[in-house]
């Protein structure tokens, strides 16, 4: 009943660009806190940001002013823009959507692997 797909993976260089989207399919998509996630190998899965219905966002240190979360509600798509990308950014990236005061409501994509390299 609740799936969540995503997009914009991939091989990017230090320095680059990358636009992950996250396709939602349920419903009252817009009462959701969507957010995103990563985790690299040997590390615990940490939030990158996230987003709420009312469009308040919140980013970990690490990507301030380089990384932008936004939602598109019309679509069910949330949206990671990743710029200045860097070595330490590379992990697997999935999306999450989850009810604000209802914790046990809580959904994942499966995940997409972003790799900055040169």
């Known amino acids: 009943q609740v799936q969540l797909v995503e997009s914009g993976g991939g091989l990017v260089q230090p320095g680059g660009s990358l636009r992950l989207s996250c396709a939602a399919s349920m419903n009252m998509f817009s009462i959701y806190t969507m957010g995103w996630y990563r985790q690299a190998p040997g590390k615990q899965r940490e939030l990158v940001a996230s987003i709420t219905s009312s469009n308040y966002s919140i980013y970990v240190d690490s990507v301030k002013g380089r990384f932008t979360i936004s939602r598109d509600n019309a679509k069910n798509t949330v949206y990671l823009q990743m710029n200045s990308l860097k070595v330490e950014d590379t992990a697997v990236y999935y999306c999450?959507?989850?009810?604000?005061?209802?914790?046990?409501?809580?959904?994942w994509g499966q995940g997409t692997q972003v790799t900055v390299s040169s």
């Open positions: 999450n959507a989850a009810l604000p005061n209802l914790p046990g409501y809580t959904y």
